[in-house]
């Protein structure tokens, strides 16, 4: 490698020395965002968060914001393709924008399972059975983080995807008031032997869901996965919450389908009126000519 880099310098050197213009250059990072640690009491550790704000929020009609909360939202993770969406949503005007924050998970095994009743999944995972201590430190730290120190309102979402997808369904199920939208990709619901699709009735009969809106998104991924999604988006039909569900299977892996589920779930549930542009101008109309100067 260092082979390769030292080639690539002498390259670029040559090729500067060859041409018209500075030879130097200044080379800054991109910033996206900003990174915060937390000391958790709840976890016992320091935990690292991401958060990014849309542009000019003190010139936004449009602020304060609701506010997205990204499940496996570290830089190596799913942060800033999702950010990326949101950034399209604030310059586009095609729906609303939003601070998303990203939530870092570190052993997602523990951090984003429920308890396994079923022993071959405690053994086969032994780390495994965390979240209702990963909710807590979200719901009951880094919420009233969030809430304290940026332009945020009250509407917020949960989202994440396969893994995170199973803690997103499993809070929607067991804590419906944490949040208002519940956006879960390709959620690992073979966890515990489908255990949250079977529980999905009794837990709906047994909670609130009033103003809370649930996206579900399918892959190709099929088998008790599947079966698992179909039982839990049958029981939110029959109980008659707002549920919506995304089937990408014909075009989309777990490997794939998170950005196009979430753009979908953007534009489907916080879609913004269609911008008005005005007159259509003259180069857009076959033959058309510019307005005359005015005098």
Do not use: C
Request: proline share 7%.
């Amino acid at each position: 490698m260092r082979v390769r880099l030292d080639a690539l310098a002498l390259a670029l050197s040559l090729w500067a020395s060859g041409h018209d213009g500075p030879a130097a250059f200044v080379q800054e990072p991109i910033e996206f965002g900003e990174t915060y640690t937390i000391q958790s009491e709840t976890l016992g550790e320091a935990r690292t968060i991401n958060v990014w704000v849309p542009p000019h929020p003190d010139e936004d009609p449009r602020a304060p914001y609701r506010v997205l909360y990204l499940i496996d939202g570290g830089t190596q993770q799913d942060w800033f393709h999702i950010t990326g969406l949101a950034q399209l949503g604030a310059l586009s005007w095609t729906f609303e924008p939003m601070v998303v924050v990203g939530i870092e998970t570190d052993d997602r095994q523990n951090e984003l399972t429920p308890e396994a009743s079923d022993q071959r999944y405690s053994a086969a995972f032994p780390t495994s059975g965390g979240a209702a201590d990963f909710r807590a430190f979200l719901i009951g730290e880094v919420k009233p983080f969030i809430e304290a120190n940026f332009p945020v309102g009250e509407q917020s979402a949960l989202i994440g995807e396969s893994l995170a997808g199973l803690f997103v369904a499993d809070t929607y199920l067991n804590s419906p008031d944490a949040f208002g939208d519940y956006l879960s990709i390709s959620p690992s619901l073979w966890w515990d032997d489908k255990a949250l699709g079977l529980q999905a009735a009794r837990l709906m009969a047994a909670n609130e869901y009033e103003g809370k809106r649930l996206f579900i998104a399918a892959a190709d991924e099929g088998g008790t996965m599947q079966q698992a999604i179909d039982q839990l988006y049958k029981a939110a039909v029959e109980a008659g919450v707002e549920v919506h569900f995304d089937d990408l299977s014909a075009t989309e892996t777990h490997a794939t389908i998170f950005h196009q589920a979430a753009l979908h779930a953007f534009r489907l549930l916080y879609a913004e009126p269609p911008y008005d542009y005005g007159p259509t101008p003259w180069y857009l109309i076959e033959g058309g000519e510019p307005e005359p100067a005015q005098d």
